[in-house]
């Protein structure tokens, strides 16, 4: 089964820049006015899942709390650190999670959207 997220934005740009920039995701494909949407799907190459982003002149309508996330697992301990450095490299804060779950086996941000982003050292391969 493959998987993907899709949400609505209203800087589609932003997010692209984001998501490739800071945790190194790949473009898998992209459309323009598609029935008025313009639209770019990210991830990683061999995974069977990927985020779509869509844009269309209007505001989202999305509502999210503290508890709403993206969580990520990086293979390798280098794909872990590359991602923090990246952070750092554009200057993007990292948050406390309010689950305290998450507060020991990762880090959290914000995306540009300000939706929550944990990546988690869990399933790092020794």
Excluded at 40 to 51: A, I, K, P, Q, R
Excluded at 53 to 63: A, L, R
Excluded at 76 to 89: A, G, P, R, W
């Amino acid at each position: 089964m493959q998987f993907r997220y899709a949400r609505h934005t209203h800087d589609i740009y932003k997010l692209f820049e984001f998501y490739t920039s800071i945790l190194n995701f790949e473009v898998l494909g992209e459309f323009k006015n598609h029935d008025g949407y313009d639209g770019v799907f990210l991830g990683l190459n061999d995974e069977n899942w990927h985020l779509e982003f869509t844009q269309n002149g209007e505001n989202p309508q999305s509502k999210f709390d503290e508890d709403d996330a993206l969580v990520f697992y990086p293979k390798t301990q280098k794909s872990f650190d590359e991602i923090l450095v990246n952070l750092k490299k554009f200057d993007v804060p990292l948050l406390e999670p309010k689950n305290p779950y998450w507060k020991n086996k990762g880090f959290c941000f914000e995306d540009s959207d300000g939706y929550k982003i944990i990546v988690s050292a869990e399933k790092i391969e020794k």
